[in-house]
């Protein structure tokens, strides 16, 4: 018997299964994050959130996919022994993906966090309108 | 804040050539660099103590940062060194970045001949 259709199978099963779970947990929390980082814009979060989404199931699908060239295989043995080493890259890589991701969102927040930040020192002296001087060190 | 003005001492070359680098710079907030001995400097800024002695920085609203505050301030102006002013101003690179800057603040008439501004005296300076 040759175990090359099983290998195929099951791999794609896991493939599109993992895919999915990761890009709905990516979903979820992302909105968050872009909600805080869009002031409120919740359309343009959601939007932006949506796209990242379809980025990651179109990479990861596709990339899933390509991954896999199966020979039929001789024993039982080496068809699971394929299929997991298979499997270990697919996930390997969708965890460095993930992180990117992750990443992206960290530094989209950051730079927003950026822009509306006060100076860092606190000044030595505030003047009045009339010119007569506040405080001092 | 919608502004940031910057008093400098027009007759150090180091500051002077800071003032250029600051110039070319991306800022958040738009920024305003004036000479210390300029009349514009002297009608606005006549209260302070600090005019031409220390670095000077300004906003709209009346807040006034001196020496490595207003170093900081002019850093966080900038677009690409924000984040660099938060970090020196957190609790480990502060005294670090303070005496630096008091250092290169004091000596600042020193370090021109370590520059290629052969002009000693400025010659659009008003005294």
């Given at each position: 018997m040759e175990y090359g259709i099983f290998i195929y199978v099951v791999y794609a099963a896991v493939a599109v299964g993992?895919?999915?779970?990761?890009?709905?947990?990516l979903f979820r929390a992302g909105a968050v994050f872009l909600d805080d980082v869009f002031d409120g814009n919740h359309r343009l979060a959601e939007a932006v959130n949506r796209l990242l989404v379809v980025g990651f199931y179109m990479l990861n699908l596709g990339y899933g996919l390509f991954l896999l060239?199966?020979?039929?295989?001789?024993?039982?043995?080496?068809?699971?022994?394929?299929?997991?080493?298979?499997?270990?890259?697919?996930?390997?890589?969708?965890?460095?993906?993930?992180?990117?991701?992750?990443?992206?969102f960290w530094r989209i927040r950051h730079r927003a966090e950026m822009k509306t930040a006060p100076p860092p020192v606190a000044p030595q002296m505030i003047i009045k309108d009339d010119l007569s001087v506040e405080g001092g060190r | 804040m919608t502004r940031l003005t910057i008093v400098y001492d027009e007759h150090c070359a180091v500051c002077r050539r800071a003032r250029d680098w600051l110039l070319t710079q991306p800022t958040y907030v738009p920024l305003e660099l004036i000479a210390a001995g300029s009349p514009a400097a002297m009608g606005r800024f006549k209260g302070l103590p600090w005019l031409g002695k220390?670095?000077?920085?300004a906003d709209d609203e009346g807040n006034v940062w001196v020496g490595p505050a207003a170093f900081l301030t002019a850093l966080w102006a900038t677009r690409r060194y924000r984040g660099w002013s938060f970090r020196m101003s957190g609790e480990r690179l502060a005294p670090l970045a303070e005496s630096f800057f008091k250092m290169v603040s004091a000596r600042r008439?020193?370090?021109?001949?370590?520059?290629?501004?052969?002009?000693?005296?400025?010659?659009?300076?008003?005294?």
């Amino acid at each position: 018997m040759e175990y090359g259709i099983f290998i195929y199978v099951v791999y794609a099963a896991v493939a599109v299964g993992m895919t999915a779970l990761l890009a709905r947990t990516l979903f979820r929390a992302g909105a968050v994050f872009l909600d805080d980082v869009f002031d409120g814009n919740h359309r343009l979060a959601e939007a932006v959130n949506r796209l990242l989404v379809v980025g990651f199931y179109m990479l990861n699908l596709g990339y899933g996919l390509f991954l896999l060239r199966a020979e039929p295989q001789e024993t039982a043995f080496d068809a699971v022994a394929y299929l997991v080493n298979r499997l270990a890259i697919l996930l390997v890589t969708l965890g460095v993906i993930h992180f990117v991701n992750v990443f992206v969102f960290w530094r989209i927040r950051h730079r927003a966090e950026m822009k509306t930040a006060p100076p860092p020192v606190a000044p030595q002296m505030i003047i009045k309108d009339d010119l007569s001087v506040e405080g001092g060190r | 804040m919608t502004r940031l003005t910057i008093v400098y001492d027009e007759h150090c070359a180091v500051c002077r050539r800071a003032r250029d680098w600051l110039l070319t710079q991306p800022t958040y907030v738009p920024l305003e660099l004036i000479a210390a001995g300029s009349p514009a400097a002297m009608g606005r800024f006549k209260g302070l103590p600090w005019l031409g002695k220390e670095l000077v920085a300004a906003d709209d609203e009346g807040n006034v940062w001196v020496g490595p505050a207003a170093f900081l301030t002019a850093l966080w102006a900038t677009r690409r060194y924000r984040g660099w002013s938060f970090r020196m101003s957190g609790e480990r690179l502060a005294p670090l970045a303070e005496s630096f800057f008091k250092m290169v603040s004091a000596r600042r008439h020193r370090w021109a001949r370590f520059l290629d501004d052969e002009e000693d005296e400025c010659s659009w300076c008003q005294n």
